[in-house]
């Protein structure tokens, strides 16, 4: 989602940091902006000229205390995991950004802010993928979140060239809360043998004008993913939360859809092919 994040920012003529886990993690992920960025070009979407000036607008840097202070923004999106989160969110809130962020999918914002000195700049700004494809950030105001943070965000979503949705906090929002619970049935479905990927995507897709259906979905986001964001509603929720057998066996297992090849499709070819029965 970093990639991504950066990808936008930086075709809509932003300056945009990188930080990974150290300095060459983070210049990796630079690559693979820079990669993403010369891909667009290659279809049309942006001039050789403006990408090649968006990629000099990237940098790297190996922790967050290696950041300039005073920046407009800084986003949060390391993986789903509330005390992580929380420490780098402290971190950041050191280097006293305009607006801190978090990209969490479902974690309460609130849950997120505790322990921070200026709750009030802080909200969440949910993305989605592949963020220089999708229109939505999902705004979530914290208890704690100032007006003057909400309007700096509609800045910068307008900015963004994006649309938002402005969601009180709860956990897992509008879009985590009912995408999850439709695409834990979709696999509880697979599970009972109710109908193959393929024709349940189908169904969604053309019966209900998904622009895909929930499997599909499922592995572009990444099963991993699924399995934590329906792990903790599911703490929060309850039962109706619960993360099918199908899923934790498939994670467990290294089927995470795209990203490992391999998940409800075969992505070894690059795009969705369905998975042959023996
Ligand atoms: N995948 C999606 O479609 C999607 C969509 C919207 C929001 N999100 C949310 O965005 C966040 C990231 O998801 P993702 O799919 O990009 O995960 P990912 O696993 O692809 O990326 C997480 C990144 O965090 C880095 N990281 C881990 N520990 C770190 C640390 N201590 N310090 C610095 N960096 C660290 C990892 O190296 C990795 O680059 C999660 O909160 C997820 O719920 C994901």
Redesign the pocket.
């Known amino acids: 989602?970093?990639?991504?994040i950066a990808h936008r920012f930086a075709v809509r003529g932003g300056t945009a940091i990188l930080?990974?886990?150290?300095l060459e993690?983070a210049t990796s992920?630079v690559a693979r902006t820079e990669r993403t960025i010369h891909a667009a070009a290659e279809r049309g979407k942006i001039s050789t000229q403006d990408a090649e000036a968006a990629i000099g607008r990237l940098s790297a840097v190996g922790?967050?205390d290696d950041l300039p202070t005073g920046l407009d923004l800084i986003v949060?999106?390391?993986?789903?995991?509330l005390d992580?989160?929380r420490?780098?969110l402290a971190e950041a809130e050191g280097r006293v950004p305009q607006v801190l962020a978090?990209?969490?999918?479902?974690?309460s914002i609130d849950s997120l802010a505790i322990g921070l000195g200026r709750p009030g700049s802080f909200a969440g700004m949910?993305?989605?993928?592949p963020v220089w494809a999708m229109h939505l950030v999902e705004v979530i105001r914290g208890k704690e979140t100032s007006q003057g943070t909400l309007d700096a965000v509609e800045a910068i979503v307008a900015f963004l060239g994006m649309e938002q949705a402005v969601i009180n906090d709860a956990a897992g929002f509008a879009t985590?809360r009912l995408g999850v619970l439709v695409g834990i049935e979709a696999i509880r479905m697979v599970e009972e043998g109710v109908a193959d990927p393929l024709d349940i995507d189908r169904a969604m897709s053309l019966g209900y004008r998904h622009p895909m259906g929930p499997l599909m979905l499922g592995d572009?986001?990444?099963l991993?993913?699924r399995l934590?964001?329906a792990d903790h509603l599911a703490s929060v929720y309850g039962d109706r939360f619960l993360a099918p057998d199908l899923l934790r066996r498939m994670v467990a297992e290294g089927l995470l859809g795209k990203?490992s090849g391999r998940g409800f499709y075969d992505w070894s070819s690059g795009s969705a092919e369905p998975i042959q029965k023996t």
């Open positions: 989602m970093g990639v991504g930080v990974d886990i150290d993690a992920a922790s967050v949060e999106a390391v993986i789903e995991d992580l989160k420490s780098i978090s990209n969490t999918s479902s974690i949910h993305f989605f993928n985590s572009l986001v990444g991993d993913v934590k964001i990203k």
